[in-house]
Nanobody, 121 residues
Framework: VQLQASGGGLVQPGGSLTLSCAIS????????QAWFRQVPGKEREWVAV????????FYKDSVKGRFTMSRDYAKNAVHLQMNNLKPEDTAVYFC???????????????WGQGTQVTVSS
């Protein structure tokens, strides 16, 4: 199983970015997917979660209404559309997947490498 995250970069406050995570080796519907983020000196925190089927979506309160997580079945990937970005969104973003859904990083078995998002003027 491999996850390849991409799409990070430098953006001004109020701008948008779309992160992508290409997943190989497992199917999307059979697993939950999540995005986490981490800033230096702090623990990794969950940002958005998609459950296995349905799927139900969960968003951290601070990103609700601004971030949207979705599945791309054609590419076996998940995306995180981030709008109205704020400086406090600056972090390294990680995608993850696993058999179970949850808000803690130890729930997820497989992780991609991080992609840096910097929101600054």
């Amino acid at each position: 199983v491999q996850l390849q995250a991409s799409g990070g970069g430098l953006v001004q406050p109020g701008g948008s970015l779309t992160l992508s995570c290409a997943i190989s080796g497992i199917t999307l519907d059979g697993h939950a997917q999540a995005w986490f983020r981490q800033v230096p000196g702090k623990e990794r925190e969950w940002v958005a979660v998609l459950s296995k089927s349905d799927p139900s979506k969960f968003y951290k309160d601070s990103v609700k209404g601004r971030f949207t997580m979705s599945r791309d079945y054609a590419k076996n990937a998940v995306h995180l559309q981030m709008n109205n970005l704020k400086p406090e969104d600056t972090a390294v973003y990680f995608c993850a997947t696993g058999r179970f859904v949850g808000l803690l990083e130890n729930v997820y078995e497989y992780w991609g490498q991080g992609t840096q998002v910097t929101v600054s003027s």
